[in-house]
């Protein structure tokens, strides 16, 4: 329970930022893939969406674009949801600043697991189920909570910044340095940064594998053990402050 309050709570580490991040990017990645399998889009990364916007424009197809505005209107909610959510907690000082958005995406990951079949059908005004909007709204939450919580350091719902930085550190690694450069003047990899975005790139992968074959294989409750771990993660800083409102307050 120690552990997992420090993974989520207020006051950041670079050793808590980085282990967050990478749980999350395994988790990117599985709900991404999965949800290609269920609704045949990837719903993390808005680049997509957005030159299907420009496309769908110009070949006059309404129906893809209304799909188009209504994935970026989800994602941007859910981003603007999580900057509500942490902001209130920090004015009241709470431990659960980025646990609120983490047990909001578990809640909705736990409805898209259960009722997934069901969401699959049900209409909306953006030419798209349910599901596309929920799953988008659910990248949002966490690219926010992360981007927050690392001041935007790292990424975990979409890889082209991660692939941009880490290429950019090989590049500083093969850069072949003159003999006799001054080490001010040396161009020097920060081989941190580079195994982080590494690892991040691969977790992202390795989930995508789990939630491919989880959807294929089990189908929407594959989802279920998912939410269990984010709802592991939010639950001690919420019970934390759960005590401390509880403690009377000092008599004067």
Known sequence: MRVLRHLT??????ATNRALGLMLAFNAGAMNAGGFMAVHMYTSHMTGFLATLADSLVLGEIGLVLAAVGALWAFMSGAGTTAILVNWARRRRLCSSYALPLLLEALLMLLFGLLGALTM???TPFAVPLTVLLLAYMMGLQNAVVTKMSSAQIRTTHMTGVVTDLGMELGKMLYPNRPGTPP???????RERAQL???LLLLFVVGGV???????????VWVVPQASLLLGLSLPPLIADARLLRRPAPRR
Not at 211 to 220: D, E, N, P, R, S
């Open 197 to 199: 975005f590494a690892s």
């Open 121 to 123: 059908q049900w209409p």
């Open 210 to 220: 789990v939630g491919a074959a989880g959807f294929k294989y089990v189908g929407f």
């Open 184 to 190: 001010a003047g040396r161009v020097r990899a920060n």
């Open 9 to 14: 709570a207020r006051h950041r580490t670079r």
